[in-house]
């Protein structure tokens, strides 16, 4: 069962779906998708997997960490050169608490993935350091 689905939104000037943001460097897919969930019930159920295109940066990583409890998966497809924030997973004392599952997508949707990162970043900003990558 899917508890919430959201993309980014940092460069969107528009108004966002109800419980997200929008137009500001909060914006990130995993932000957006977690802020959907009830607090109660993030933190009385256990075994969350959270699935994401690109690794999680520092901000992303650190929600999760106090989002979730107990035994939590993180998947992601694309790894981030510049901003890998999956230290803060196991760094943390609130993260050593967690039973951490990662791992890196591979196969269809790690290409899908892939592509889908690079069409949105050349779009959205053609002169940053991963579309020029």
Same mark, same amino acid.
């Given at each position: 069962?899917?508890?919430a689905?959201?993309?980014?939104? %940092?460069?969107?000037? /528009?108004d966002?779906?109800r419980?997200?943001?929008? /137009?500001?460097?909060l914006? $990130?897919?995993?932000?957006? &998708?977690?802020? #959907?969930?009830d607090a109660?019930?993030?933190? *009385? &159920? =256990? /075994?969350? &997997?959270?699935?994401s295109t690109w =690794?999680?940066?520092?901000?992303?990583?650190?929600?999760?960490?106090?989002?979730?409890r /107990?035994?939590?998966?993180? +998947?992601? *497809?694309?790894?981030?050169?510049?901003?890998s924030?999956?230290g803060?997973? !196991?760094? !943390? =004392?609130?993260?050593?608490? $967690? #039973?951490? #599952?990662? #791992?890196?997508?591979? +196969?269809p949707?790690? %290409?899908?993935?892939?592509?889908?990162?690079?069409?949105? !970043? !050349? =779009?959205?900003?053609?002169k940053?350091?991963t579309? %020029?990558r």
């Amino acid at each position: 069962m899917i508890a919430a689905e959201a993309r980014n939104r %940092v460069f969107d000037a /528009g108004d966002p779906p109800r419980g997200q943001l929008a /137009g500001s460097w909060l914006a $990130h897919a995993e932000l957006n &998708a977690i802020a #959907q969930i009830d607090a109660e019930r993030s933190r *009385a &159920a =256990e /075994g969350w &997997a959270v699935y994401s295109t690109w =690794e999680p940066c520092p901000l992303c990583a650190g929600a999760i960490t106090v989002a979730f409890r /107990g035994r939590v998966t993180v +998947g992601y *497809a694309c790894r981030d050169w510049i901003s890998s924030g999956l230290g803060v997973l !196991t760094d !943390t =004392e609130i993260g050593r608490r $967690h #039973q951490w #599952q990662v #791992q890196q997508l591979r +196969g269809p949707f790690a %290409v899908f993935a892939e592509l889908l990162v690079a069409v949105y !970043t !050349t =779009e959205a900003r053609p002169k940053s350091l991963t579309a %020029v990558r």
